[in-house]
């Protein structure tokens, strides 16, 4: 069973910093298995949309809206994903997800909301102006 568990939320001025990290039990992230691992936000009234991933052949993706300013990183060893979030913005204010897809390798990086992810509970990001 697999298990996605999201941390690192809080509440920041703007300008600020915070890490999210990502725990996931259950699947072992090696060479030779399939995953894509991506980090999605949502906002008061709005569709979730995907900020950053990361694939088995370590590549990644960034929304427009966040490239530059947040870094996404990957420990296999300990299955934790990280998003690395600077210069943080009031609109940066939402829900952050993680997903994690052990399909396909490809079908995160496009943020693509259908693909069969794992996804946790969801951790609280507000930007203060």
């Known amino acids: 069973q697999v298990h996605v568990v999201e941390s690192g939320g809080g509440s920041v001025q703007a300008g600020g910093s915070l890490r999210l990290s990502c725990t996931v039990s259950?699947?072992?992230?090696?060479?030779?298995?399939?995953?894509?691992m991506a980090w999605f936000r949502q906002a008061p009234g709005k569709q979730r949309e995907g900020v950053a991933a990361?694939?088995?052949?370590?590549?990644?993706n960034y929304a427009d809206s966040v490239y530059g300013r947040f870094t996404i990183s990957m420990d296999k060893e300990k299955a934790t994903l990280s998003l690395q979030m600077n210069s943080l913005k009031p609109e940066d204010t939402a829900t952050y997800y993680c997903?994690?897809?052990?399909?396909?390798?490809?079908?995160?990086?496009?943020?693509?909301?259908?693909?069969?992810?794992?996804w946790g509970q969801g951790t609280q990001v507000t930007v203060a102006s």
């Open positions: 259950g699947y072992r992230y090696t060479n030779y298995e399939t995953y894509c």
């Open positions: 990361f694939n088995m052949y370590d590549t990644t």
């Open positions: 997903a994690a897809d052990h399909t396909s390798p490809y079908q995160c990086l496009a943020f693509d909301v259908r693909a069969s992810y794992y």
